[in-house]
């Protein structure tokens, strides 16, 4: 069994920040790909950012240098820290991992950017 635990989600103003975080538990043997998914309302879940064991990392066109994804491998946790936050940014987001063998969810966390 696989825990993912996020944190850091809430209400901020537009030009604001915010850091997320996600940490896994249990059975996770070993972690390829961690990643941030996002839901808006009315909107379908897309890719947020998402960034390799080896620290290669790619962005959705939407976030590129305003948000910048991280890992702890040792901590197995993954972190996105979002600035320059603006309205469109309002979601549930949602962290994701693979571990060569499965693919898992967190339970979401809600980011509401206020204008």
């Known amino acids: 069994q696989v825990q993912l635990v996020e944190f850091g989600g809430g209400l901020v103003q537009t030009g604001g920040s915010l850091r997320l975080s996600c940490a896994a538990s249990?059975?996770?043997?070993?972690?390829?790909?961690m990643a941030w998914y996002r839901q808006g309302p009315g909107k379908q879940r897309e890719l947020v950012a998402d960034?390799?064991?080896?620290?290669?990392?790619n962005y959705a066109d939407s976030v590129k240098g305003r948000f910048t994804i991280s890992r702890d491998n040792a901590k197995n946790t993954v972190y996105l820290q979002m600035n320059s936050l603006k309205p469109d940014d309002t979601a549930v987001y949602y962290c994701?991992?693979?571990?060569?063998?499965?693919?898992?969810w967190g339970q979401g966390t809600q980011v509401t950017v206020s204008s």
């Open positions: 994701h991992i693979y571990n060569g063998i499965n693919f898992y």
């Open positions: 960034i390799t064991r080896g620290g290669s990392t």
């Open positions: 249990g059975s996770i043997f070993t972690i390829s790909t």
